[in-house]
């Protein structure tokens, strides 16, 4: 299944006092390149989402945008230990309970416990807003893939069709090749006896020439090469494999040599014009490709 090298995906998801945007855009290139646009509480962060796009996306060059809005709540320069108030209730408690003081606890008792405050630092995103974050880059990312692969569809059918072409192309070259060989053949002999008819001449020399003629002008080998590299590259487009773009284009490569070798073993007008359009399609698979991962 191919999978196309644009594409777009955006998610937005609001959680835990955070809203996540996040929107990537995916254009062509030879290998992946993930240029990121981060605020600055996510900064840190910027190796592990370009790990979580690697994980899914092979080539492209891929723009991640994200826009983050916090909760003032979060953006107080304190937090308060819960946990520990906890803590140093129960302990109260227990002193009370020991030394019978009577009183009840205040909160200017509880104040007197510095530990209580903690530094809310605002260079780096808390655990739980980073969830938050990982869950909305998947989303985006998810967007993007499926994206990404309905246009790869569009492009296996062009490219399918293509192909097609190509074998029809190939079995009409078989076919004119077989005639162009005999009529080639005949023509040489007829030529030879003329010349000779009244000089004796080797017959058997004769024959050996008209084999090495048949060898040289013999697509056939050919044919069959270019038959196996379309199979293959059929088999290979058809696949569950996504990242399949080099692969293909080697093939490509492959099946534009074997045309190329028909094309100037046989000098026949009609073959020619099928060479051409075979290579004409050849072109525009490759152009095709350019935008395959």
Known sequence: MLSSMTGFGKAEVKQNGIFVSVEMKSLNSRFLEVITKLPKILQPKEF?????IRQKVSRGKITVSIDIEIDPIYLMP?????????HVVKLLKEIKKKTKVKGEIKLEHLLMFREIFESNSM??????HWEVVKKAIDEALDKLVLARRKEGIEISRDIENRINLISDNLEKI????????KSKQSILKQRIEEVFKDVEFD???????????ANKIDVTEECVRLKSHIKFFIETLKGDDVAVGRRLNFLLQEMLR???T???KIEDAQITYLVVAIKEEIEKIREQLQNVE
């Open 48 to 52: 592990e989402i370009r790990e979580l």
């Open 78 to 86: 304190f937090k308060i230990n819960f946990d520990f108030v906890s």
């Open 123 to 128: 260079d780096n995103i808390s655990d739980e």
């Open 174 to 181: 078989l076919t004119l090749s077989e005639g162009s060989l």
């Open 203 to 213: 017959k058997s020399r004769l024959e050996a020439e008209l084999v090495w003629l």
């Open 258 to 260: 074997e045309t190329t």
């Open 262 to 264: 028909i094309g100037a």
